[in-house]
């Protein structure tokens, strides 16, 4: 018995679709379980990059390529990287006012 998965054929979207998945998954316990804020930054950051990995696989069509899903995932990536510079000042101004033990 071969562990090789030569009769599976996976193309590229499927390959995709399955990393977005496996990233969501990953991100969303990683947000419920992790007690430190970092921890839980990264995780929605690498959620909003799952988001935006399945977002952009969607956006062929059969007549070709739908601007609408690019437009938005660029839209998310300002949004996203405004969002963590915000928490993370927040986190430094907590951080410099009550350092941990």
Known sequence: M??????????????????GALLVAMSLVSVFTARH????LLAVNILSSAVF?????????ADGIDPIPHALVLTGI???VS?????LALYLRRYRRE???
């Open 2 to 19: 071969s562990l090789l998965f030569t009769d599976i054929a996976l193309t590229s979207d499927a390959l995709f679709a399955l990393l």
């Open 37 to 40: 804020l970092i921890r839980r």
């Open 53 to 61: 990995l399945l977002l952009v696989l969607t956006a062929r069509t």
């Open 78 to 80: 300002v949004v996203s």
């Open 83 to 87: 969002t963590t510079a915000v928490v």
């Open 99 to 101: 350092p941990p033990c």
